[in-house]
């Protein structure tokens, strides 16, 4: 049996002894406990369960997870034991790809890669987005970031933090200050430490715009960070830091001439739009 046969029949079991007026049904917790997998484990499964439309999805915090048959019969119950619950119970599939012009048809391709860059488990897969300006790439970027929270891949209020490289492109210090953080010192004009995007956008996503501005120096900075996810902010010894970010970049310049080998032997999913 695999794994998420195996989530689906404890949900339909366990849903069956569910007291609506107590509990409104399973968290992704109780089942990796139970069946002893990692929570982003179950939770990805429960949400692949819930896109096939097999159970339910609450969306309150915590998210829950209910049996389809037993929600159908319980339905009444549900709404007399809370009003506005039902209008949180997600029935049906609501994929944020539909809303892009062209995801069944011109961009179906790329949607689907994109799709692959959020669901890859357990943490994602860095992505490439290459077009010419007005193609769409900021907000296919945000649809990424709005799939990966619909499929449960990452939490509803995971971060979603965006940084133009072409801001300070002229002034990699400034640029790596902005992106890793910095402690007091660091260079002049540092008067306190400070926390970089990194660490704003863990647990979610960092899109990191006109990647081919990025100097080699930053893209240099990044691979580590890629590779093993640590890093240290400017002028810090000592202790690395981890952050567990996922990546979306955006060029509209042809990568093998603007970004290093390293660099892009690194982003595994290259999509042009
Ligand atoms: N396929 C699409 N469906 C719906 N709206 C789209 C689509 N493509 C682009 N748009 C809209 O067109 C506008 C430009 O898109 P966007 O800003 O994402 O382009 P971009 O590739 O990031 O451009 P730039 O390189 O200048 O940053 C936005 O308002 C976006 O919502
Ligand atoms: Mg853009």
Known sequence: MTNKERVFNLIKDLSKDIN???????????????????RNVASHLLNELYKEGKIIK?????????????YEKK?????????????????SNDDPFTKLIGYNGSLKTQVKLCKSAASYPPNGLPILLIGNTGVGKSYI????????????????????????????ANNPELLSANLFGYVKGAFTGADKDKPGLLEEADGGYLFLDEVHRLPPEG??????????????????????????????????????????KTFLRRIPLVVNI
């Open 219 to 260: 893209q240099e900075k990044l691979f580590l960070f890629l590779d093993k996810s640590i890093f240290r902010r400017l002028g810090e010894t000592g202790n690395w830091r981890t952050a567990k970010v996922r990546f979306i970049f955006a060029t509209t310049e042809d990568p093998e001439q603007t970004l290093t």
């Open 20 to 38: 609506i007026k107590e509990k409104k049904g399973l968290t992704a917790q109780e089942i990796a406990k139970k069946l002893n997998l990692r």
């Open 141 to 168: 970027a945000q649809l990424i970031y709005e799939y990966a929270k619909s499929i449960g891949a990452i939490d509803e209020n995971a971060p979603y933090v965006i940084f133009n490289c072409a801001e300070y």
């Open 75 to 91: 339905a009444k119950e549900f709404k007399e034991t809370a009003k506005t619950l039902d209008s949180t119970v997600k029935v």
């Open 58 to 70: 609450i969306n309150t915090r915590p998210v829950y997870f209910l049996d389809k048959e037993v």
